[in-house]
């Protein structure tokens, strides 16, 4: 069973920064597109940022373009995001999601297969 696992959540100050992980704990996300996606409470879920397995190109919502970067480590066989600069707006639950496509896309969840039970980030003084 494919099982993901979010960390690096937590409540944080508006202005400052986290970093989640993405991991798979029974295979290699080295060759999967992943996808990070979030969602607020009474809101719907909204693509935040992905990487393209085929060429490691990466996608942002607008709202996240030059605050987030999105990250492999393949070391580790793990996938980041760097989120800086956070404001209220950006609390949410976070998941990451993984898809077998070549080429990612933060507009498409339908995309993705398997997500993760996700992880609580919280953007407040």
């Known amino acids: 069973q494919v099982q993901l696992v979010e960390s690096g959540g937590g409540l944080v100050q508006p202005g400052g920064s986290l970093r989640l992980s993405c991991a798979a704990s029974?295979?290699?996300?080295?060759?999967?597109?992943i996808g990070w996606f979030r969602q607020a409470p009474g809101k719907e879920r909204e693509g935040v940022s992905c990487?393209?397995?085929?060429?490691?190109?990466?996608r942002y919502a607008d709202s996240v373009k030059g605050r987030f970067t999105i990250s492999r480590n393949n070391t580790k066989s793990a996938v980041h995001l760097q989120m800086n600069n956070l404001t209220p707006e950006d609390t949410a639950v976070y998941y990451c999601?993984?898809?077998?496509?070549?080429?990612?896309?933060?507009?498409?969840?339908?995309?993705?297969?398997?997500w993760g039970q996700g992880t609580q980030v919280t953007v407040s003084s």
């Open positions: 029974e295979f290699s996300l080295d060759y999967y597109t």
């Open positions: 999601a993984i898809s077998p496509a070549r080429l990612c896309s933060v507009r498409l969840p339908s995309l993705y297969d398997y």
């Open positions: 990487i393209s397995s085929s060429d490691g190109s990466t």
